[in-house]
C-alpha cells in the first residue's frame, strides 16, 4: 500500500460526458501528479500540482483540467470523453526535501468510455 | 529531462541475477537515477535510486558507471513475482519537477 488513494477504482460512462477522478496524496506530500496509461501510449504525464499549485503540465489535453484543494486532495476533471479517452489513469505524490525526491503511485482509475 | 535509453524486453529465469541496463548519455551533474517498476494491473512502484555512488537496498542495487552515462538495476535473484515493466528515469534534485516515463524493459521470468 502506497498511501495514495485513489477513486473510482472503475468507472463506465459514455461519450460526451463529464467525470472526476479524485486522489488523495500520502500524508504529508505536498505534490500530486496525474498520468494517463493506455495500452497503445504507455504512461503520459498530464499534470502536476504543488501545495496547490500548477507546477509543471504535461500532455494534458484542454478538456481535462484539475486542482489539488487545501486540504492537498486532488482531483481530475474529464470532459466531452471520447473513446480515446478510456484508460487507467494515476495519480502520484510526492514531499520535497531528500524523501521527496521520490513519487509514490495510487492503484490508478479504470475510466472505459463507451 | 535527459533521456534513458533501455531494451525493450529481456528474460531472466527464476533464481538468477538479472542485469537491467540504462543508457543516459546527456545526463546532468544534478539528475538522479531513478528506477521504478510497474507490475500488472497496478501503478508504478519505487525500486531504488541514486546519483554518483553505488546503491543497495532490499530489492536490488543499483551501480552507476563512473561517467554516470549509464546505470544497471541488479536483481540478485529474480522470483516470478519481478516480472514487471522497469523503468530508469533521471530527476532533477528538488520539487516542481514532473517524472516523465519512457517505454521501460519488459522483464519476463521464467520458471
Known amino acids: 500500500d502506497s498511501g495514495v488513494t485513489q477513486t473510482p477504482k472503475h468507472l463506465i460512462t459514455a461519450t460526451g460526458q463529464r467525470v472526476t477522478l479524485r486522489c488523495s496524496p500520502r500524508?504529508?506530500?505536498?505534490?500530486v501528479y496525474w498520468y494517463q496509461q493506455s495500452l497503445d501510449q504507455g504512461l503520459q504525464f498530464l499534470i502536476q500540482y504543488y501545495n496547490g499549485e500548477e507546477r509543471a503540465k504535461g500532455n494534458i489535453l484542454e478538456r481535462f483540467s484539475a486542482q489539488q484543494f487545501p486540504d492537498l486532495h486532488s482531483e481530475l476533471n474529464l470532459s466531452s470523453l471520447e473513446l480515446g479517452d478510456s484508460a487507467l489513469y494515476f495519480c502520484a505524490s510526492s514531499t520535497t526535501g531528500v524523501r521527496g525526491n521520490t513519487i509514490y503511485f495510487g492503484e490508478g482509475s479504470w475510466l472505459t468510455v463507451v | 529531462d535527459a533521456k534513458t535509453t533501455q531494451p525493450n524486453s529481456m528474460e531472466s529465469n527464476e533464481e538468477e541475477p538479472v542485469h537491467l541496463p540504462c543508457n543516459h548519455s546527456t545526463i546532468s551533474g544534478t539528475d538522479y537515477i531513478h528506477w521504478y517498476r510497474q507490475l500488472p494491473s497496478q501503478g508504478p512502484e519505487y525500486v531504488i535510486h541514486?546519483?554518483?555512488?553505488?546503491v543497495n537496498n532490499r530489492m536490488a542495487s543499483l551501480a552507476i558507471a563512473e561517467d554516470r552515462k549509464s546505470s544497471t538495476l541488479i536483481l540478485h535473484r529474480a522470483t516470478l513475482r519481478d516480472a514487471a515493466v522497469y523503468y530508469c528515469i533521471l530527476r532533477v534534485w528538488g520539487y516542481g519537477q514532473n517524472f516523465v516515463f519512457g517505454p521501460g524493459t519488459r522483464l519476463s521470468v521464467l520458471p
Open positions: 500524508s504529508g506530500d505536498l505534490s
Open positions: 541514486g546519483l554518483t555512488s553505488n
